[in-house]
């Protein structure tokens, strides 16, 4: 008896139907014994044939978000879908109120200079627009209430994790203060960068809860696009 190739395949087009040796293009059976249809969900997923991440089962696949822009380069897994995937609808919810930031960078202060800049600097080449404490901050205003503005007029707060602000937030640091506004959002994006999800889920097990983007996985270039597909609408 002729295999139903739709669990491995799908049949969300004709021809997909049309060339299952069971179906024959007459629609898929259910297992309930009635007809089903396959929605298509926020992404599309592809097994790549090699030099791609892998995930979950060790197959090596590639997933493309519904905001990817066609033509886009941009290789995401499945697992960076949909974590990115509540984030993106609260950036459309979002989308008609004025005068927003689309990026609250949220960085270790020892970080300023060095990562954080880094991220900074390659977002805003890309048109995104970054609330950042070295430029955001006039001296002789109070930090923690412009960091409080900031985070208010910000589409999206990403958190870039380094082995700075593992040090640091164990203090109760600013940054620590910083996080504990942006955890109690869906939109929230950890980067983390020099460091692994092993070693955050030590100091933070709320925040290594929250999936998001690795420079281990991809160049800090990449991670910035990735970003700014994003929040741009």
Not at 48 to 60: I, M, W
Not at 118 to 130: A, F, K, N, T, W
Request: proline residues 5%; contains cysteine.
């Amino acid at each position: 008896m002729a295999k139903c190739t739709a669990p491995r395949f799908g049949h969300r087009t004709a021809s997909g139907r049309a060339a299952c040796p069971a179906c024959g293009g007459g629609g898929y059976r259910g297992y309930g014994g009635g007809y089903a249809s396959y929605s298509s969900p926020s992404y599309t997923s592809s097994v790549s044939s090699g030099g791609g991440r892998s995930s979950g089962g060790g197959s090596n696949s590639s997933a493309r978000p519904r905001w990817s822009r066609a033509g886009s380069s941009l290789v995401y897994t499945p697992a960076e879908v949909r974590a990115l995937t509540p984030v993106r609808e609260n950036v459309e919810k979002r989308a008609s109120l004025p005068d927003l930031r689309d990026v609250f960078l949220c960085h270790a202060w020892d970080d300023r200079q060095g990562a954080a800049k880094e991220l900074h600097d390659l977002l805003e080449l890309r048109g995104v627009s970054v609330w950042f404490s070295e430029k955001d901050v006039a001296l002789g205003t109070s930090l923690l209430r412009e960091i409080d503005k900031g985070l208010a007029k910000s589409r999206v707060g990403i958190v870039l994790v380094t082995p700075a602000l593992l040090r640091r937030l164990p203090q109760e640091s600013i940054a620590d203060k910083e996080l504990s506004v942006l955890l109690a959002r869906e939109q929230l994006v950890p980067i983390v960068h020099d460091t692994t999800y092993e070693a955050l889920r030590e100091v933070s097990p709320m925040l290594a809860s929250r999936s998001g983007l690795s420079t281990i996985e991809e160049p800090m270039a990449n991670v910035a696009a990735k970003l700014a597909e994003l929040v741009t609408i």
